[in-house]
């Protein structure tokens, strides 16, 4: 069993950075697919990027290219979130995922592993 745990969430203001972690249980941590996802107030959870096992290859939404930036630290068995200029529209609640699958997907039903969710609100 695998368990996620985000942290780092926040309210700022808009133009800041933010950084989330996502903590990850379990010795084969280097083998998933890491992703990100959030959930907007009144909206559906969207996907924000992912970070593949395979090659190190990741992916981003439109909205958050250039701003955005997922790394990972194997050996701490953590997958970040670099968020910058963050605007009004990034508030929401933000979820790291985990997935076996090498492929970067972005629907919600390739993900097998999720976290409880951290808050980040972005005032203007």
């Not at 280097?30 to 090659?55: D, L, N």
């Not at 508030?91 to 995922?97: E, L, N, P, R």
Request: aromatic residues 14%; glycine residues 10%; proline residues 2%.
């Amino acid at each position: 069993q695998v368990q996620l745990v985000e942290s780092g969430g926040g309210l700022v203001q808009a133009g800041d950075s933010l950084r989330l972690s996502c903590a990850a249980s379990g010795r084969t941590f280097s083998t998933y697919t890491m992703a990100w996802f959030r959930q907007a107030p009144g909206k559906e959870r969207e996907f924000v990027g992912a970070f593949s096992w395979s090659g190190g290859r990741t992916y981003y939404t439109d909205s958050v290219k250039g701003r955005f930036t997922i790394s990972r630290d194997n050996a701490k068995n953590t997958v970040y979130l670099q968020m910058n200029s963050l605007k009004p529209e990034d508030t929401a609640v933000y979820y790291c995922a985990g997935s076996y699958k090498s492929t970067i997907y972005d629907t919600e039903r390739s993900y097998s592993y999720w976290g409880q969710g951290t808050q980040v609100t972005v005032s203007s």
